[in-house]
């Protein structure tokens, strides 16, 4: 009797959820003749014993769901863990990249002019007459670039500081 209400149950009650979120509308008559079946064969599973090879076939399903949930718990806490430190590293960059932001705007600021600058003298090179003004625009573009490349330096080492900065918080 306990086996076949258990059976009774547990197909009624998954069929009936499936359903339930399935389907966009649940008659009356699917909800008046499931939760009347469900409350009977419950009622006949709580109060019946089971025969004892049965019940062993509980206990062992139920240690197995057991360890399966402390498994899950763990590996669930395990891969947690591991989101919180990804979370902490990319809070610190966030701030990173916000002070670096905020600090080396008029160096990147000067880095933009320069190139903007630069870009007259590219396109008159290309067109320079004699040799000697095609020389004198590549010393001023190489003026221009290294200038750029001061202020790059610049901004990582401000990069560096505010690194060392967040670290140390």
């Known amino acids: 009797m306990h086996a076949k209400a258990t ?13 339930l979120f399935s389907v966009t509308y649940v008659g009356v008559y699917l909800t008046y003749g499931a939760i009347p079946v469900l409350i009977v064969s419950g009622l006949v599973m709580r109060f019946s014993t089971p025969k004892p090879k049965h019940k062993k076939i509980i206990d062992d399903g139920k240690s197995a769901i057991s360890q399966i949930g402390k498994t899950t718990h763990d590996i669930l806490g395990g891969a947690n863990s591991v989101l919180n430190d990804f979370n902490k590293s990319l809070g610190e960059y966030n701030e990173i990249n916000a002070l670096v932001q905020d600090r080396a705007a ?3 600021n000067k880095i933009q002019a320069l190139k903007l600058e630069k870009v007259p ?7 320079a007459k004699t040799p000697s003004e095609k020389i004198e625009l590549e010393q001023k573009i190489n003026l221009i670039n290294e200038q750029i490349k001061l202020n790059k330096q610049s901004v990582q080492h401000i990069r560096q500081a505010c690194e060392l900065e967040v670290k140390v918080k």
């Open 7 to 19: 059976f009774i149950f547990w197909l009624t009650l998954i069929l009936y959820l499936i359903t």
């Open 121 to 127: 003298f590219e396109v008159n090179v290309k067109y």
């Open 106 to 108: 008029p160096y990147k």
